[in-house]
Nanobody
Framework: VQLVESGGGLVQAGGSLRLSCAAS????????MGWYRQAPGKQRELVAN???????NYADSVRGRFTISRDNAKNTVALVLNNLKPEDTGVYYC??????????????????WGQGTQVTVSS
């Protein structure tokens, strides 16, 4: 299963961006989808994730500023980033896991990452 992200860029502090991610391949179902980020010299961290039923989880640092949503019919997930701060700078990665077709009548699990999209917030 492949994940393709779009929507990163350069923005001033206080600005907004919208990131999108689309999953494609032999998908049977996508369970959780999420966004992670990695700043230079730091470990990758969870930003937000969303379950198939719409329940969400946010990192404390972004709660109230970022909003995650998904379209189950299209296997897409979006992240709206508002009131951006310089510390939000990093590469943002889409993540998804679920089940895919592995042959006629056969299902197997998958976990995939996107290639990453750069978000840079200037002060």
């Amino acid at each position: 299963v492949q994940l393709v992200e779009s929507g990163g860029g350069l923005v001033q502090a206080g600005g907004s961006l919208r990131l999108s991610c689309a999953a494609s391949g032999s998908i049977f179902s996508v369970d959780a989808m999420g966004w992670y980020r990695q700043a230079p010299g730091k470990q990758r961290e969870l930003v937000a994730n969303i379950e198939r039923d719409g329940s969400t989880n946010y990192a404390d640092s972004v709660r109230g500023r970022f909003t995650i949503s998904r379209d189950n019919a299209k296997n897409t997930v979006a992240l709206v980033l508002n009131n951006l701060k310089p510390e939000d700078t990093g590469v943002y990665y889409c993540n998804a896991y679920g089940r895919r077709w592995a042959g006629v009548g056969k299902l197997t699990g998958f976990g995939s990452w996107g290639q990453g999209t750069q978000v840079t917030v200037s002060s």
